[in-house]
């Protein structure tokens, strides 16, 4: 067949198209010229693309190769689309969309679209061919089409698109030369002047500080339990030949911190005399044998509490931190009353080893420390100052409530207090503790929040549109806003997820790293870093800093008690001031030298005071309450022994303040 003769057959064709057409018009009732109002408000702002993300040359080819497909009747074209309309949608092809597009958007919905040619007809197509097509073509996207007629294609049946995703998953993920809209600035408002909460103008001693989170007064609530416990505990617990003082505590303080400094295999060692090992310091403190005496002994509850817990046990209402009390609840309102953090703060897990036989430890075979007790931790990011924490009691019935939204939801809104802290704060986590419910609720209080985040997070924007493919370049950044949240995508060495409500999308920055070249060289390369990533960088290390002080002069060893292993020492002294090995050595040095307050002045002639010999054998002689020395003489009014001799008098000195 010549061409002259198939392009008279095709005008032919087209003539009883329009003929048809006409007549159906009539037969419905009118013109249908009128074009279909379109709803441009409807329509997602971010579902329009810019040129980077059309081709046109795909476009054009998907025309004519759809053009170029056979036409036999009337039929349906289902297809997916990204845009949202409402109603109908006039399409110069007459598509139906469901499914998805060659932008990756998927629609889902039930609706109308119905196409309308550039000449007439409601739900017509003028094909300029008169050809009719079956089977499958590729359009704007995948489906079938099937068209039983002569060039007509109505378009009933499902077009409404309606998102599968949450608000913001929708549209795409933007390039950083695109404009972000920044968040509203900070303001900075602290309950307290951030810094120390003491003054300023007086000098505190390192006992004075130390003694800021371990008061006296708690002090002797644990002296007071520990004898209780010792007198009940005689066959189990070494003895104590009388009961423990807030001398002796301080004695006790003091040799374990010292333990920390000097680091010696066991505990024995620090009392050998021989040359190899010979230290005199522990030895001009205390005896090896009270020492481990008191370290048996040691308790911080009351034996009888414990005891009435215990009967709890297996109830909601058994206590699981019951043996740590008094001194958890101290140090806690200490850290919290002496201090008022900066305004980066930050939320992380430390982990205290241990293998102890209870129901408090965790076990993480991804984690160095694989035994261990959980603990929460708030500490400044400035300073690495340990603010507020509290200790994870593991799996109970209120985390088991339907309206619990997690361990690490409750985990951070339990330790950020906004009544205690103030508003304006940046707090940074990591991906354990975001999400964009978390950070939502979180700006109702006016605290920022920024952290990296897991895909698989409930709000994370699931959309592939425009994101990074897996072998993007070093460097390469993508970011999407959702209302407040931005969520940014960077590609280092691996990929990067971010979560932020503080930070803009448009930075500039750029970070230094080395790259092998395909010689084996290796070399330097610029490339650039998003905001949100290098700001969490900077703050995201308040842990680890405390975590490393602590342990730089930890005094942990092997005991079965596990209070021990929670509540040691030096982390009060790390919070009281962080100089290091100097602050260390000053606090053992008082702790050693430590005197009770002189009792009230009184004359030892008077009347219940008078010195006594014990026995003429000097086989009961005791300790002098001074000098620690033997003597055989102690007081009648106060049972204290007490050295009476020309040179040593501490009799007098201990009634009547003369020093001997």
């Given at each position: 067949m010549s061409r002259d003769v198939l392009q008279q057959e095709i005008r032919s064709n087209s003539e009883v198209v329009d003929e048809l057409c006409k007549t159906s018009d009539e037969e419905q009732g009118g013109d249908t010229d009128e074009e279909p109002e379109l709803l441009f408000s409807e329509v997602d702002a971010s579902d329009w693309h810019s040129d980077d993300t059309f081709d046109e040359e795909a476009s054009s080819e998907a025309s004519s190769s759809a053009a170029a497909s056979k036409d036999r009747g009337r039929g349906r074209e289902?297809?997916?689309?990204?845009?949202?309309?409402?109603?109908?949608?006039?399409?110069?092809?007459?598509?139906?969309?469901?499914?998805?597009?060659s932008d990756g958007v998927r629609?889902?919905?039930?609706?109308?679209?119905?196409?309308?040619?550039?000449?007439?007809?409601?739900?017509?197509?003028?094909?300029?061919?008169?050809?009719?097509?079956?089977?499958?073509?590729?359009?704007?996207?995948?489906?079938?089409?099937?068209?039983?007629?002569?060039?007509?294609?109505?378009?009933?049946?499902?077009?409404?698109?309606?998102?599968?995703?949450?608000?913001?998953?929708?549209?795409?993920?933007?390039?950083?030369e695109e404009a972000d809209i920044p968040p509203p600035e900070t303001k900075f408002r602290p309950a307290r002047t951030p810094g120390p909460q003491v003054i300023q103008t007086d000098s505190y001693s390192p006992l004075e500080l130390f003694q800021l989170f371990f008061s006296t007064s708690v002090c002797e609530t644990i002296i007071q339990n520990s004898n209780t416990y010792a007198a009940g505990h005689v066959e189990t617990a070494r003895r104590l030949r009388q009961d423990m003082s807030l001398k002796d505590f301080f004695s006790?303080?003091?040799?374990?911190?010292?333990?920390?400094?000097?680091?010696?295999?066991?505990?024995?060692?620090?009392?050998?005399?021989?040359?190899?090992?010979?230290?005199?310091?522990?030895?001009?403190?205390?005896?090896?044998?009270?020492?481990?005496?008191?370290?048996?002994?040691?308790?911080?509850?009351?034996?009888?509490?414990?005891?009435?817990?215990?009967?709890?046990?297996?109830?909601?209402?058994?206590?699981?931190?019951?043996?740590?009390?008094?001194?958890?609840?101290?140090?806690?309102?200490?850290?919290?009353?002496?201090?008022?953090?900066?305004?980066?703060?930050?939320?992380?897990?430390?982990?205290?080893?241990?293998?102890?036989?209870?129901?408090?430890?965790?076990?993480?075979?991804?984690?160095?420390?694989?035994?261990?007790?959980?603990?929460?931790?708030?500490?400044?990011?400035?300073?690495?100052?340990?603010?507020?924490?509290?200790?994870?009691?593991?799996?109970?019935?209120?985390?088991?409530?339907?309206?619990?939204?997690?361990?690490?939801?409750?985990?951070?809104?339990?330790?950020?207090?906004?009544?205690?802290?103030?508003?304006?704060?940046?707090?940074?986590?990591?991906?354990?503790?975001?999400?964009?419910?978390?950070?939502?609720?979180?700006?109702?209080?006016?605290?920022?929040?920024?952290?990296?985040?897991?895909?698989?997070r409930v709000g994370f924007p699931q959309t592939t549109l425009n994101r990074l493919p897996k072998n993007a370049p070093r460097g390469s950044i993508r970011w999407k806003r959702d209302n407040q949240l931005l969520f940014i995508e960077w590609k280092d060495t691996r990929e990067v997820l971010m979560c932020s409500s503080l930070h803009s999308a448009n930075g500039g920055q750029t970070v230094q790293r080395r790259v092998k070249t395909g010689d084996g060289q290796w070399t330097t390369m610029t490339i650039p870093i998003p905001t949100v990533v290098s700001d969490y960088n900077k703050s995201m290390g308040g842990v680890d800093t405390s975590d490393a002080l602590i342990e730089l002069y930890s005094a942990a060893r092997k005991t079965r008690k596990c209070c021990q292993r929670i509540h040691n020492p030096p982390a009060a002294g790390c919070n009281a001031k962080q100089e290091g090995k100097e602050f260390r050595e000053a606090l053992i040095q008082?702790?050693?030298?430590?005197?009770?307050?002189?009792?009230?002045?009184?004359?030892?002639?008077?009347?219940?005071?008078?010195?006594?010999?014990?026995?003429?054998?000097?086989?009961?002689?005791?300790?002098?309450?001074?000098?620690h020395q033997k003597t055989p003489v102690i007081c009648c009014g106060c049972d204290l022994p007490l050295c009476f001799l020309p040179k040593r008098d501490c009799f007098s000195g201990w009634h009547c303040g003369e020093s001997a």
């Open positions: 289902r297809g997916r689309s990204s845009d949202r309309w409402r109603g109908r949608r006039r399409s110069s092809e007459g598509l139906r969309g469901r499914g998805k597009n629609g889902r919905g039930r609706g109308r679209e119905r196409g309308r040619s550039s000449d007439r007809g409601r739900g017509r197509r003028r094909s300029s061919e008169g050809l009719g097509r079956r089977g499958r073509s590729r359009n704007s996207g995948r489906g079938r089409e099937i068209s039983n007629g002569r060039g007509r294609s109505t378009g009933q049946g499902r077009g409404r698109q309606e998102g599968r995703f949450s608000s913001g998953s929708a549209g795409r993920w933007h390039t950083p006790f303080l003091s040799i374990t911190l010292y333990m920390g400094v000097v680091k010696l295999p066991a505990v024995t060692d620090y009392w050998k005399g021989s040359r190899l090992y010979g230290l005199r310091f522990p030895s001009s403190v205390m005896s090896c044998r009270k020492f481990l005496a008191i370290s048996s002994a040691l308790h911080l509850s009351d034996p009888k509490v414990d005891a009435e817990n215990e009967k709890k046990k297996g109830t909601p209402a058994f206590d699981r931190l019951c043996k740590l009390k008094p001194l958890y609840n101290q140090i806690r309102e200490g850290c919290k009353s002496f201090y008022q953090p900066h305004q980066n703060i930050v939320i992380d897990e430390r982990m205290v080893a241990s293998k102890a036989r209870i129901s408090l430890k965790q076990y993480m075979k991804d984690k160095p420390t694989k035994w261990h007790y959980k603990l929460f931790v708030l500490p400044d990011s400035q300073n690495a100052y340990t603010w507020d924490f509290f200790i994870y009691e593991g799996k109970s019935p209120v985390a088991q409530n339907p309206q619990n939204k997690g361990l690490s939801y409750e985990s951070v809104m339990a330790l950020v207090d906004e009544k205690v802290l103030g508003s304006g704060y940046k707090l940074y986590v990591d991906n354990f503790y975001t999400s964009p419910l978390l950070f939502r609720e979180l700006l109702k209080k006016n605290i920022w929040a920024c952290g990296t985040i897991r895909s698989n008082e702790f050693a030298d430590w005197m009770p307050p002189p009792a009230p002045p009184a004359s030892h002639n008077s009347a219940g005071h008078t010195p006594k010999h014990i026995t003429p054998s000097s086989k009961y002689r005791r300790r002098c309450k001074m000098c």
